[in-house]
């Protein structure tokens, strides 16, 4: 019977570990980056 290759394995869950931290970072910046900015010129409400 052949052994386990646990060093594949860790290998695998790392990159999905790394993938899901990635994805959450664009999640998380994404709609910040949407919002208009506080320092655009706004007309003033007279």
């Known amino acids: 019977m052949a052994k386990?290759?646990?060093t594949f394995?860790?290998?695998q869950k790392e990159?999905?570990?790394k993938r899901k931290k990635?994805?959450?970072r664009?999640?998380?910046a994404g709609p910040a980056s949407?919002?208009?900015p506080d320092d655009a010129p706004q007309s003033?409400?007279?």
Do not use: Q, S, T
């Open 4 to 6: 386990p290759n646990y």
């Open 9 to 11: 394995e860790k290998r």
């Open 15 to 17: 990159l999905a570990k």
């Open 22 to 24: 990635e994805e959450k």
């Open 26 to 28: 664009l999640r998380k």
């Open 34 to 36: 949407e919002l208009p």
């Open 44 to 46: 003033p409400a007279v």
